[in-house]
């Protein structure tokens, strides 16, 4: 049995912020010892009846002897969790493990005033977690008949439910086992709660702006001006003690001063004075901030603990947090512009998120000037709080947002937004803008999200995980955005060109070419061609059934006229089911007919071929069957558990071999010695021809400094080889005596932890060109089959794999079935930070593994995931 003990990790671990299904705030904490008073008072205000359905009987004082039984648990066999909303105690759940076995008794009571918001349900998955830690693989609840809502919450945890009546009560057993049902059933809550939650925040009805200014270089006045400009259908109320109007609007001193609830509170005052304003916020009930204030956690560390204290204060009262240091949020349905911006963004079907508030404002003001329209726009700023993955949550089921836009520097929960974002993609394009590509643009984040900059190939296989379109510049961004806003998916690579001017056509189709398209068709209408013979032209690809996409290429010359081009474009396009692309060469920008017609406009051919390029790759992954985890019914973790001891640094060898073999990956049969003469025993047990090689697990190259002999095919070799390794790494290590295996493709495979991401897993070429090729591909967990063949065919190696040039066609099959072991290895024993498997033999009937050197650590601690909590 895994035990927790009862530490200040252990609470720390334990204690989190999650969100109600209508989403409000409610903190989770194991029960403490000082919690008598506030369980006593819990228990006198529940109903008779809730207190019946939890004692089965009428029960309307706790005892001391019950307080004292309740209030003190041994955080192992017997658990207790609190949920508390604005510090009142509204719910416990337990569990106590049946002596000697594996088996728990769990209970819920909660508030009647706050029963079917989802809490019991939060606290059995919680409860579950900490359960499965500590070696139960089982609940059991004792139910009476009419507790309907306690019943529907075990019914709909997406546990395998077993209930049955036993007398007067329904005994209910629940297998904690982590099924893809109780995983989806988690998912869909969070999804939900984190949705709710964020509607609630963009669809306030009443707002204050707490240090609105009539100054006119201030961000207070510019706040006014862009609530009362946009036309929000709510209500505004300044908040400024010194004056008694603000830009015309009647002012409060404080926000408890305001008559009538407010569900948004602005907050534009030097960061010292936030902390006061939020606990105004909390007294007057307020649900939602904004913090546009700088100096906190972006400046030094005593910033930092700013900003926490601003969050813990915050989230006790149950508010959610946008920013600091942010400019704000938009939400054009509701004539909502809560931002300084200086540009007012139109209504449209863009969803944008923003980690700089500079890149915040470029992104309205070009969403603006390119005729695009937003649904919906936050700046993150230092997400304390609220972050992309809250407002992915929402986008997602958002009529009005069909392609989401994100500038990001960092990721907060990395698995998380895979998850959610693989999720999004299969319904909606999320084009993403990612800095920090390379260690100086890493290095020039600010400080409070350099900590968590993650390798760029990490970031790159994220993406590539999740359906999400990744950009490198401002313009692409919006390259992409025009057509995807606008023009529908191209159902395959085929693209037509046509146009009045040869170079710029054989620009795009080199283009095309190089981005993976299929150029379908070239069409050069001469410089004379007339905006009749354009649309003729135009409209007759997009009838071609063996076309999926038009780029346009126009210049103006002679007597051609660029907005009658443009026109004619339009009227071709009109209606159609197959994306358009313009490129009107000499222009300016964007012909106001195209944009009215939502047709892009790019001012090249190449970005205009780039960007449909970007659609169809999306596409294609869209189209593609997502793929599943595979589960192993051959793995034993336990087993490999054993193996790994207690003591960190480099296993043994043989060790390694025995506990990849556990998760069911074929290692070639490996023998230690500790002198020469019992090198040649193991040979003459294992066979000849053989390998010899140091013992030492912390030499990772070992063929560069000459401590690997192959081909050995008697014993006089044998002894010589190993005498020869000895001298080579001047020191008694023992050796590894190995059978050679058949010749095949020399790859790479294992795992490596990154400080933000977690494990990844690795493929790539192996053997000695491995560092020298850098021919690598990384993948985040989860690792669906879909993942894993997806990264072997990106490898540069991969046409070796599949039969190049008369070559017999290798095991590919087997070897995405290793990095499919390898993730699953990687899930089960976090304590493995790093397992290189190199070099990994790939012949057309086997993959096999010669050499595996794994490190064993003490992991971060993670928790589960889906497990719902704020971070």
């Not at 007919?593 to 390029?613: D, G």
């Not at 336990?638 to 074929?666: K, M, S």
Request: proline fraction near 6%.
């Amino acid at each position: 049995m895994n035990a927790v003990d009862p530490t200040a990790a252990l609470f720390e671990r334990w204690e989190c912020d999650a969100l109600t299904s209508d989403g409000r705030l409610v903190h989770l904490r194991p029960i403490r010892p000082d919690d008598g008073d506030a369980l006593v008072a819990f228990h006198r205000g529940l109903s008779p009846q809730s207190v019946y359905f939890r004692f089965f009987s009428v029960h309307p004082e706790l005892s001391p002897t019950e307080v004292e039984w309740f209030t003190h648990v041994d955080y192992c066999d017997r658990v207790a969790l609190v949920a508390l909303v604005e510090d009142r105690l509204v719910a416990v759940g337990r569990y106590d493990r049946r002596p000697g076995s594996t088996t728990a008794e769990v209970a819920f009571v909660v508030a009647d005033d706050l029963q079917g918001h989802g809490i019991a349900t939060l606290l059995l998955e919680h409860l579950a977690a900490i359960a499965a830690l500590n070696g139960l693989d089982r609940f059991v609840a004792h139910v009476l008949p009419g507790n309907h809502r306690m019943l529907g919450v075990f019914r709909r945890s997406g546990f395998e439910e077993r209930a049955h009546l036993s007398g007067d009560e329904v005994d209910v057993v629940l297998p904690l086992a982590s099924t893809p049902a109780v995983l989806e059933a988690v998912e869909e809550r969070e999804h939900g709660s984190e949705a709710s939650s964020i509607a609630r925040l963009l669809r306030p009805d009443a707002v204050a702006v707490v240090g609105a200014s009539d100054r006119s270089d201030s961000v207070g006045a510019a706040l006014m001006r862009n609530l009362l400009g946009a036309g929000f259908v709510g209500q505004v109320h300044p908040v400024n003690p010194r004056h008694e109007r603000v830009s015309g609007v009647p002012a409060f001193p404080s926000v408890q001063a305001i008559p009538g609830p407010v569900d948004l509170a602005v907050v534009a005052v030097p960061a010292t004075e936030v902390e006061a304003v939020v606990a105004d916020c909390a007294a007057k009930g307020v649900t939602s901030l904004v913090v546009v204030s700088a100096g906190f956690a972006e400046v030094d560390d005593e910033g930092r603990a700013r900003q926490q204290r601003v969050l813990d204060l915050a989230r006790r009262h149950g508010m959610r947090l946008v920013g600091p240091n942010c400019i704000g949020l938009v939400n054009t349905e509701l004539g909502l512009d809560a931002t300084f911006a200086p540009f007012r963004p139109q209504e449209g079907n863009i969803g944008c998120l923003s980690q700089s508030g500079a890149l915040g404002i470029a992104l309205l003001e070009r969403t603006t000037a390119l005729g695009l329209g937003v649904s919906s726009f936050v700046s993150a700023g230092n997400k304390a709080d609220v972050s992309g993955n809250d407002v992915l949550q929402f986008w997602e089921d958002d009529r009005r947002t069909d392609v989401v836009l994100l500038y990001l520097e960092s990721f907060g929960n990395p698995r998380k937004f895979a998850r959610i974002a693989r999720r999004v993609s299969r319904r909606k394009p999320i084009v993403a803008l990612k800095s920090g590509r390379t260690a100086a643009g890493s290095q020039a984040a600010s400080s409070h999200t350099a900590a968590m900059a993650s390798p760029d190939s990490a970031v790159d296989a994220l993406f590539a995980q999740t359906g999400v379109i990744r950009v490198d510049t401002l313009t692409e961004l919006f390259e992409t955005a025009s057509l995807l806003a606008w023009q529908p998916l191209p159902a395959g690579r085929r693209v037509a060109i046509v146009g009045n001017s040869g170079g710029p056509e054989t620009m795009a189709c080199d283009a095309a070419v190089a981005a993976g398209l299929e150029p379908a068709d070239v069409i050069d209408l001469l410089a004379g061609a007339t905006p009749g013979q354009v649309e003729a032209a135009v409209g007759d690809l997009l009838m071609d059934d063996g076309v999926d996409a038009v780029v346009v290429v126009l210049t103006p010359v002679l007597d051609a006229d660029g907005e009658a081009l443009a026109a004619a474009v339009a009227r071709a396009a009109a209606g159609s089911t197959k994306p358009v692309a313009a490129s009107v060469l000499a222009v300016p920008e964007s012909p106001a007919i195209l944009r009215e017609q939502h047709i892009p406009w790019y001012s090249s051919p190449e970005a205009a071929v780039h960007a449909l390029a970007r659609a169809a790759r999306y596409a294609d992954w869209r189209r593609r069957d997502p793929g599943t985890v595979r589960r192993f019914d051959d793995v034993h973790t336990a087993a490999a558990q054993r193996l790994l001891g207690h003591e960190p640094g480099w296993l043994a060898p043989a060790a390694a071999g025995d506990l990849l073999a556990q998760y069911g990956i074929d290692v070639v049969p490996t023998r230690l010695a500790a002198t020469p003469d019992q090198a040649v025993a193991r040979a003459d047990d294992l066979g000849y021809p053989v390998a010899v090689k140091t013992a030492d697990p912390t030499i990772v190259h070992k063929s560069d400094i000459g401590a690997v002999r192959l081909g050995l095919t008697d014993a006089v070799a044998v002894r010589r080889a190993a005498t020869e390794v000895a001298s080579a790494v001047g020191g008694d290590a023992g050796f590894v005596v190995q059978p050679m295996v058949d010749v095949g493709i020399e790859m790479i495979a294992g795992i490596t932890q990154d400080p933000a991401f977690g494990p990844l897993v690795m493929v790539g070429a192996g053997g000695l060109t491995a560092e020298l090729l850098g021919d690598r591909a990384l993948r985040v967990l989860p690792l669906t089959d879909r993942d894993a063949a997806e990264a072997i065919r990106s490898l540069r190696l991969a046409p070796l794999l599949f039969g190049y040039r008369g070559r017999p066609r290798a095991a590919v099959e087997k070897l995405e079935d290793l990095l499919l072991r390898l993730a699953r290895l990687a899930e089960d024993l976090p304590e493995i930070t790093e397992l290189d498997c190199n070099p990994v033999i790939v012949t057309p009937t086997s993959v096999v593994v010669l050499d595996a050197k794994l490190r064993v650590a003490e992991p971060p601690y993670r928790p589960p995931d889906p497990l719902r909590r704020l971070r």
